[in-house]
């Protein structure tokens, strides 16, 4: 089992148009998800979307593979700070469930740091969800600390009368 990676071309389109789908399915499910989905995520994630991703010099998506097959994939974007300063921010990252634990996530990881060195980028920084003990996991291990916490409490609407 050979674990790879590479960028994205217009060709990989339907595969990445799925995967991105699942991910989403998958980020609804866990604690904070909907809440992600509606304020932070990327607000289309559809084959237009994707495309322009994989056209724009600014952003990298990655595939992972594994003995060729599409598994995974990753979004990272340049983003400039206030201070001049690049930081690469993934904004996606993705390994389908039964891929997991094989060293996709890492290689892909690895990759999109290399990208982000090569604009320059101060840093490479992403997102994992309150109580997703695996990806927390797989960020500490690449030496990702935690840097903010989103805190949020439900209103409740005034009831009538």
Known sequence: MEESTRPAVIEDLPEL?????????EVREIKGGPAYLDRE?????DSAALQQSIEDPDELVLLGLIDDVIVAFAGVIVVELRTGEK?????E???MPDARGVAVG???LD???EWA???NCVSLEGWVHPGNRDAKNFFERAKMVTRL???STGLDSPEDG
């Open 17 to 25: 148009e799925a995967l991105a789908a699942m991910a989403r399915a």
């Open 41 to 45: 995520a990327r607000p289309d994630m």
């Open 87 to 91: 930081v690469g921010d993934l904004s």
């Open 93 to 95: 990252i993705y390994v």
């Open 106 to 108: 890492e290689v892909m």
């Open 111 to 113: 990759a999109a740091m």
């Open 117 to 119: 060195r090569s604009r």
């Open 149 to 151: 916490l989103r805190v």
